[in-house]
């Protein structure tokens, strides 16, 4: 079996005498897309936070391809390939789809800001941009303003906006919220095409969702991780049936 990709152990966040993260250990494999469910409050936003770089840890260890990144900032841990999106958004309405796209494909590039020179001289930012939109689904919508899509379309674009980094692992925070029945068939429809080319770890409320995109499922509650397994192994968890499904053994 390959190595993790991302390992998490013992990770613990106390913020007073309140253990938020206590003992987080998980790990992602390559190629896998691994889900973390919880109910409100189980932890998992600061879950994210310690894995991005947002927040440290007080204790504990996060690797990332063989690397100890524990203690790196966030634009280095972007750099070594780790990209998150759906957090609060971070297109700009006034910029088109594509424009919005070269900015982080020029970030990756590590070039300066050039967005007003001839178009010609941006080409090759202006290609990778149009190969993530393309990506996406949002291949003719590249001229339009990112403030005129549609919320699914905004969601796509953020996930365009991450491809466009050249991610090694996708850290995917709700991808699903506010979105409407035909966005979420969407949605899902686009993770499924894009999970024989990224590993993901996938934070996600939505269940009928999770049980059709996951390899694996990890169930965090009260900082915990009370169990990992397959969608048939969770689903038969008495432990959480109870914890957070809803469900008594009955």
């Known amino acids: ?54 927040v440290l840890p007080d204790s504990g260890r996060i690797d990332f391809a063989g690397r ?22 971070s297109i700009v309405a006034g910029f088109s789809a594509l424009e919005n796209v070269a900015l982080a494909a020029q970030a990756r590039d590590g070039s300066s800001f050039r967005f007003f020179r001839p178009a010609a001289s941006e080409r090759a930012l202006n290609d990778a941009a149009m190969a993530a939109l393309g990506e996406v689904g949002l291949g003719d919508r590249a001229a339009v303003p990112a403030g005129a899509l549609s919320h699914g379309e905004k969601r796509a674009l953020e996930l365009a906006i991450a491809l466009a980094t050249q991610p090694r692992l996708l850290l995917l925070d709700e991808p699903l919220a506010g979105a409407g029945p035909e ?68």
């Open 68 to 89: 100890d990144i524990t203690r790196l900032s966030l634009p280095r841990r972007a750099r070594a390939g780790l990209a998150r999106s759906f957090q609060i958004t």
């Open 183 to 250: 966005e979420t068939e969407r949605l899902v429809a686009l993770l499924t095409r894009l999970k024989a080319r990224y590993t993901i770890l996938l934070v996600e409320h939505d269940m009928q969702a999770v049980f059709a995109l996951a390899d694996r499922i990890s169930v965090l509650v009260y900082g915990r991780v009370i169990a990992t397994g397959s969608v048939a192994e969770i689903r038969g968890n008495a432990e959480v049936r109870a914890a957070y499904l809803g469900e008594d053994d009955a």
């Open 1 to 54: 079996m390959a190595e993790p990709l991302l390992r998490l152990t013992g990770l613990r966040k106390h913020y007073g005498g309140l253990a938020v993260t206590d003992g987080v250990s998980l790990d992602v494999r390559p190629g896998e897309i691994h889900a973390v469910i919880g109910p409100n409050g189980a932890g998992k936003t600061t879950l994210i936070h310690e894995i991005t770089g947002v």
